[in-house]
């Protein structure tokens, strides 16, 4: 188990990144953190996060790295080189990768890590940024019985539903399935507000009736009514749902799996970015059925 006093090290201070992190250090815990942009980190540092400088020296200084960027290759260049975590970071540390990545890459990290005596796990996370922000997260995790152990007090700060999925990649894959299941439903949910809309009801109180339903999920629960309210600000954001559809739709296609809804909502999505909403929410969706 952690002490209270373990130095924690966060890389990735956005949407949810920023709202995990603040988590840690509201728990107590002292939290070093590097950004790209350092304003996304002014916040944290305000409140008495020990801002680095560089990957190298958030490695050298801390106990726990825990990284939330946005794309596979943010996650290479995080982790390898002469700069990056896995050379700097000391003998006898954790590294956790909470981004949602290839799970090829993942394994690839957990390996290197090893012959550096350095544990690493692949834990990423569902549940927007409502529940980066109350601290409710589903954390899927792929690695070790032990490093899981160790790390749990802090998983148990950021999220809520919290299980060793498998060795290293398994939470990624766990996190595919997730993505999987949440681009059906959310043309499901885009279809079934346009109805209500067609059919001449309103949409909220159909809403009502439904969310509690069979068909309840947290796209119809939380995303509709923003949906309904034309609130398209990322929790998030769609260039961000497309990378992880598109490395789930790799994967399946690895494994000679039809995906036909996976395949079809990317397709939507893509349509979406290139009217100009890449950097909004993927309740954005909306936009192409009104």
């Given at each position: 188990?952690?002490?209270?006093?373990?130095k924690i090290g966060f890389i990735g201070?956005?949407?949810?990144?920023?709202?995990?992190?603040?988590?840690?250090?509201?728990?107590?815990?002292?939290?070093?953190?590097?950004?790209?942009?350092?304003?996304?980190?002014?916040?944290?540092?305000?409140?008495?996060?020990t801002w680095k400088s560089s990957?190298?020296?958030?490695a050298q200084?801390?106990?726990?790295?825990?990284?939330?960027?946005?794309?596979?290759?943010?996650?290479?260049?995080?982790?390898?080189?002469?700069?990056?975590?896995?050379?700097?970071?000391k003998s006898g540390s954790y590294v956790v990768d909470m981004t949602t990545s290839k799970p090829a890459l993942a394994v690839e990290i957990y390996r290197n890590a090893r012959e550096r005596?350095?544990?690493?796990?692949?834990?990423?996370v569902s549940g927007g940024d409502v529940g980066a922000r109350s601290g409710t997260l589903a954390i899927m995790a792929g690695g070790d019985q032990e490093a899981f152990d160790t790390v749990l007090p802090?998983?148990?700060?950021?999220?809520?539903?919290?299980?060793?999925?498998?060795?290293?990649?398994?939470?990624?894959?766990t996190k595919l399935a997730n993505q999987i299941t949440i681009a059906s439903n959310m043309i499901g949910v885009c279809e079934a507000i346009s109805y209500a809309r067609k059919s001449g009801l309103d949409p909220s109180r159909v809403l009502d009736s439904i969310t509690t339903g069979a068909a309840g999920s947290f796209s119809l629960s939380k995303l509709a009514?923003?949906?309904?309210?034309?609130?398209?600000?990322?929790?998030?954001?769609?260039?961000?749902?497309?990378?992880?559809?598109?490395?789930?739709?790799?994967?399946?296609?690895?494994?000679?799996?039809?995906?036909?809804?996976?395949?079809?909502?990317?397709?939507?999505?893509?349509?979406?970015?290139?009217?100009?909403?890449?950097?909004?929410?993927?309740?954005?969706?909306?936009?192409?059925?009104?």
């Open positions: 188990m952690l002490s209270i006093n373990a201070a956005g949407v949810m990144g920023k709202s995990m992190a603040a988590n840690l250090q509201n728990a107590g815990y002292p939290i070093s953190v590097y950004t790209r942009t350092k304003e996304k980190a002014n916040e944290l540092v305000h409140n008495g996060a990957i190298a020296e958030l200084t801390t106990d726990v790295i825990i990284t939330m960027v946005g794309y596979p290759s943010d996650v290479e260049e995080v982790y390898f080189g002469a700069n990056g975590i896995l050379e700097n970071a005596n350095i544990s690493a796990m692949d834990a990423p802090l998983f148990d700060i950021v999220g809520e539903n919290i299980i060793l999925q498998g060795e290293a990649g398994a939470g990624q894959h009514p923003r949906m309904l309210e034309g609130d398209y600000a990322p929790g998030f954001y769609v260039k961000h749902f497309i990378k992880d559809m598109t490395i789930a739709l790799e994967s399946a296609q690895e494994m000679g799996l039809s995906t036909p809804g996976l395949s079809l909502s990317l397709d939507l999505y893509k349509e979406l970015a290139e009217q100009g909403d890449n950097d909004s929410g993927t309740q954005a969706l909306i936009k192409l059925f009104a």
